[in-house]
Nanobody, 122 residues
Framework: QVQLVESGGGLVQAGDSLRLSCAGS????????MAWFRQAPGKERDFVAS??????????RYADSVKGRFTISRDNAKNTVHLQMNSLKPEDTAVYYC?????????????WGQGTQVTVSS
């Protein structure tokens, strides 16, 4: 079992930056693929970014809508994954979820956090 707890959400203005964190506990964190998803009101949950386990090279992947603005990183020593969000836009407003899976580049994730709200005002 893996438990995930997100933090760092809040209310910011367009153009601001925000850093989300996801603390993991349970199975060896370093061996898991970690990802961020988001869900805006009335919409489906969408993929934002992912990072593979470090031993596989730590490959990162991003949704087109956040490329060049968001950066995912992991600190295996602290069992934490971060999402640095720069140049935020109102359309980035959503609940952001951290996810983990034991497979590399999975299509579905087995573990989810409770989410943290990010609101970007114009």
């Amino acid at each position: 079992q893996v438990q995930l707890v997100e933090s760092g959400g809040g209310l910011v203005q367009a153009g601001d930056s925000l850093r989300l964190s996801c603390a993991g506990s349970g199975r060896p964190f370093s061996t898991y693929t970690m990802a961020w998803f988001r869900q805006a009101p009335g919409k489906e949950r969408d993929f934002v970014a992912s990072i593979n386990p470090s031993w596989t090279g730590g490959t990162t992947r991003y949704a087109d809508s956040v490329k060049g603005r968001f950066t995912i990183s992991r600190d295996n020593a602290k069992n934490t994954v971060h999402l640095q969000m720069n140049s935020l836009k109102p359309e980035d407003t959503a609940v952001y979820y951290c996810a983990a899976d034991s497979r590399t580049s999975p299509k579905e994730y087995g573990y989810w956090g409770q989410g943290t709200q990010v609101t970007v005002s114009s």
